[in-house]
């Protein structure tokens, strides 16, 4: 028997991002533990076969609610479609993101601002329009999915860290203002993941050693390595809990 503090059953979760990867893998973990899902992207087509997938994960229901987390527009009517299908909002998981990799002096514009949009400014739109909801409810649990490089950095990906820096920072006022309302913010910290998009790293035998060696732990993390904190910080076992980000990254932050 699972003590009581860790007891989700029946909350209801929106996950951004979460057709692949690390945010179905988080979605999943919810399902699993008796959460009512609403997965978010923009590709109505993936979401719906994401949603089949978790259909048989556990007995949560599982809803999709395609909007651009990028849109302020799309992001208000977005949330709203997804407290008509499942109630209202009790936790929130702000994981849509994405990489893009090249020296700095060669990053374009364009790709500044996508990354700046995609990893940043959703968490703050997705944020804003659900805690507007859940502040006259006087509870809530926002956990913002930062990175490993919330906190370090290679060379080839400062605008993913910046963004990913200013995510960490976005996490401790989103405390700071809505904390004394009842509403717990948080960020998860994955360090390197086996996922999709890190296959082409995986394939890197260079890059591949070089993790395995400078991670304590000796292996790239698994999706399912994510779930057991994220468990941790949208139940009532955080309730104290505000503005902190947990790294779930085999310790490579800990080390030289």
Same mark, same amino acid.
């Given at each position: 028997m699972s003590h009581p503090l860790f007891d989700v059953t029946g909350r209801t979760a929106l996950v951004t991002g979460s057709s692949r990867g690390i945010g179905l893998a988080l979605a999943r973990g919810l399902v699993q533990a008796g959460c009512a899902v609403m997965l978010n992207g923009r590709d109505p087509e993936r979401l719906a076969a994401a949603a089949g997938e978790l259909a048989e994960a556990g007995p949560g229901?599982?809803?999709?609610?395609?909007?651009?987390?990028?849109?302020?527009?799309?992001?208000?009517?977005?949330?709203?479609?997804?407290?008509?299908?499942?109630?209202?909002?009790?936790?929130?998981?702000?994981?849509a993101g994405a990489q893009l990799r090249a020296p700095l002096q060669d990053f374009s514009d364009g790709d500044w601002h996508r990354l700046l949009d995609t990893?940043?400014?959703?968490?703050?739109?997705?944020?804003?329009?659900?805690?507007?909801?859940?502040?006259?409810?006087?509870?809530?649990?926002?956990?913002?999915?930062c990175s490993l490089q919330s906190e370090v950095v290679r060379p080839g990906i400062a605008p993913y860290a910046a963004t990913k820096g200013a995510l960490k920072m976005l996490t401790k006022g989103m405390?700071?203002? @809505?904390?004394?309302?009842?509403?717990?913010?948080?960020?998860?910290?994955?360090?390197?993941?086996a996922?999709?998009?890190?296959?082409?790293?995986?394939?890197?035998?260079?890059?591949?050693? @070089?993790?395995?060696g400078r991670t304590p732990a000796?292996? @790239?993390?698994?999706?399912?390595?994510?779930?057991g904190a994220l468990l941790f910080l949208v139940s009532p076992a955080s309730d104290f809990v505000g503005g902190q980000v947990l790294y779930v990254d085999g310790g490579m932050t800990s080390v030289l």
């Open positions: 229901p599982v809803h999709t609610v395609p909007f651009d987390v990028t849109d302020a527009g799309s992001v208000t009517a977005g949330v709203a479609r997804a407290e008509e299908l499942a109630g209202p909002i009790d936790i929130l998981v702000n994981n990893n940043l400014t959703s968490a703050f739109l997705v944020g804003r329009e659900v805690a507007r909801r859940m502040l006259p409810r006087g509870h809530g649990k926002i956990v913002n999915v405390c700071a203002d @809505w904390g004394p309302h009842g509403i717990q913010v948080n960020g998860l910290g994955p360090g390197y993941i996922t999709e998009l890190t296959a082409p790293l995986r394939a890197d035998e260079r890059f591949d050693a @070089w993790v395995r000796g292996r @790239w993390g698994r999706t399912e390595d994510l779930v």
